[in-house]
């Protein structure tokens, strides 16, 4: 079955830019989304398509996929952005797969 | 905007059914698949199965293939989730989202299912 690895945590200082990682077999083939996940609440997308953006989510998100690797990159980081991040993609097989989960955490 | 409402908390003994429900508006009901996602406490995202809501075509995680059933109803813009069986590790937030294959995922607040003795 087809398996996305991220980061356990990846933390980084107020105003700093943060980048979460996505890796799987041919990911670049793929159209990779991001979600964002506070505590308590329901996943909210960040990211669609590799790099497009909702147009309620800042522009301080922003997202590639080239070289193997799916990246979610955070600018100008703020404590409000201390979320568990997802990537997901459909396989082949058109089964529905997130990524592990990444921890942010804001200095 | 898309819109998916669940149904509210559910406790169960083992060995017992659950069914949640998911109110979707906001966009055609019918011209896309359901899928569901749960997450046991403290852990990460897990999916479940999806069903089309037009042609009732199915896809279920071979996890849960079995004790899992998927349904809509297309009258009420409604879609349904089943899980027999219930056991201990079963516990958890149970979540309806339409994710699309190009547009990523809008999703419902999540239902809390708590399985115990």
């Known amino acids: 079955s087809y398996e996305l690895s991220q980061p356990l945590s990846v933390s980084v200082a107020l105003g700093q830019t943060a980048r979460i990682t996505c890796g799987g077999p041919n990911i670049g083939s793929k159209n990779v989304h991001w979600y964002q996940q506070k505590p308590g609440q329901a996943p909210v997308l960040v990211i669609y398509?590799?790099?497009r953006r909702p147009s309620e989510i800042p522009d301080r998100f922003s997202g590639s996929n080239s070289g193997g690797t799916a990246t979610l990159t955070i600018s100008r980081a703020q404590a409000g952005d201390e979320a568990d991040y997802y990537c997901?993609?459909?396989?082949?097989?058109?089964?529905?797969?997130f990524g592990t989960g990444t921890k942010v955490t804001v200095l | 905007q898309i819109q998916l409402v669940q149904s509210e908390t559910e406790v169960r003994k083992p060995g017992a059914s659950v069914k949640v429900s998911c109110r979707a508006s906001g966009y055609i009901f019918s011209n896309h698949a359901m899928s569901w996602v749960r997450q046991a406490p403290g852990q990460g995202l897990e999916w479940m199965g999806w069903i089309s809501a037009y042609t009732g075509n199915t896809k279920y995680s071979q996890r849960l293939r079995g004790r899992l059933s998927l349904t809509t109803d297309t009258s009420t813009n409604t879609a349904y989730m089943e899980l027999r069986d219930l056991r201990s590790d079963d516990t958890a937030v149970y979540y309806c989202a339409k994710v699309d294959y190009d547009e990523g995922g809008s999703w419902g607040q999540g239902t809390l299912v708590v399985v115990s003795s």
């Open positions: 398509a590799d790099y």
């Open positions: 997901q993609v459909w396989d082949d097989s058109t089964d529905l797969v």
